[in-house]
């Protein structure tokens, strides 16, 4: 009989044993995946939120893009500003680079592909040239050219090719856990913008 109550202490400490070692693995893979996320999402997600914002063109986003100024004298011509922001960032798209990480500072590239007011205002430019030289605005009245040049502004928006631009650096520093954006993101954006 003592072997018969050996064997199933035996067992019943096996089986303790068992049970213990597997809730302490769901425990430590619990406490792992509970971690959140890694330094590298943290970045991605610094760096992406404004520009999927713009990507996704949340009017607040792209109204804070242009200043007071250009936003009055946009209207001023008759172009409503959220138009013209819009049609300039439609094709806006943006990608990350590697991201290097060295103790609380990040650096990731970043590659934006956007419409160029460059190749519009030659656009612009050139639709003008044109008009003038074959005399077809010559009647026109002030209020009809300014329409005019306002409905051409936008069609040729509208008809530009976004441009993939060269990469640009962006820095990160750490603070606690979160990743704070160092460089001007908006202002890369308005620099491509620019062309």
Same mark, same amino acid.
């Given at each position: 009989?003592?072997?018969?109550?050996?064997?199933?202490?035996?067992?019943?400490?096996? #089986? #303790?044993?068992?049970?213990?070692?597997?809730?302490?693995?769901?425990? +430590?893979?619990?406490?792992?995946?509970?971690?959140?996320?890694?330094?590298?999402?943290?970045?991605? %997600?610094?760096?992406?939120?404004? +520009?999927?914002?713009?990507?996704?063109?949340?009017?607040?986003?792209?109204?804070? +893009?242009?200043?007071?100024?250009?936003?009055?004298?946009?209207?001023?011509?008759?172009?409503?500003?959220?138009? @013209?922001?819009?049609?300039?960032?439609?094709?806006?798209? @943006?990608? /990350?680079?590697?991201?290097?990480?060295?103790?609380? =500072?990040?650096?990731?590239?970043?590659?934006?592909?956007?419409?160029?007011?460059? !190749?519009?205002? $030659?656009?612009?430019?050139?639709?003008?040239?044109?008009?003038?030289?074959?005399? $077809?605005?010559?009647?026109? =009245?002030?209020?009809? =050219? %300014?329409?005019?040049? $306002?409905?051409?502004?936008?069609?040729?928006?509208?008809?530009?090719?976004?441009?993939?631009?060269?990469?640009?650096?962006?820095? /990160?520093?750490?603070?606690?856990?979160?990743?704070? #954006?160092? !460089?001007?993101?908006?202002?890369?954006?308005?620099?491509? /913008? %620019?062309?």
């Amino acid at each position: 009989m003592n072997s018969v109550a050996l064997d199933f202490k035996s067992i019943s400490i096996r #089986v #303790v044993c068992i049970t213990t070692v597997t809730i302490a693995a769901v425990f +430590l893979m619990l406490a792992l995946t509970g971690c959140g996320p890694s330094n590298e999402e943290r970045i991605e %997600q610094a760096v992406s939120q404004p +520009l999927e914002a713009i990507k996704a063109k949340d009017e607040v986003t792209l109204t804070s +893009l242009l200043s007071d100024d250009a936003k009055q004298q946009l209207s001023d011509i008759g172009i409503d500003p959220i138009s @013209y922001i819009s049609a300039y960032l439609d094709g806006f798209d @943006y990608a /990350l680079g590697p991201i290097n990480i060295d103790k609380d =500072t990040a650096t990731v590239d970043l590659t934006i592909t956007c419409k160029t007011t460059d !190749s519009i205002f $030659a656009a612009l430019e050139q639709k003008a040239t044109e008009d003038f030289e074959s005399g $077809a605005s010559a009647n026109n =009245t002030e209020e009809q =050219t %300014q329409s005019e040049v $306002a409905e051409n502004t936008l069609d040729l928006i509208n008809a530009a090719a976004p441009v993939q631009h060269d990469p640009i650096t962006v820095t /990160l520093h750490k603070i606690d856990k979160s990743w704070i #954006v160092d !460089s001007d993101i908006n202002g890369a954006l308005l620099k491509a /913008l %620019q062309g």
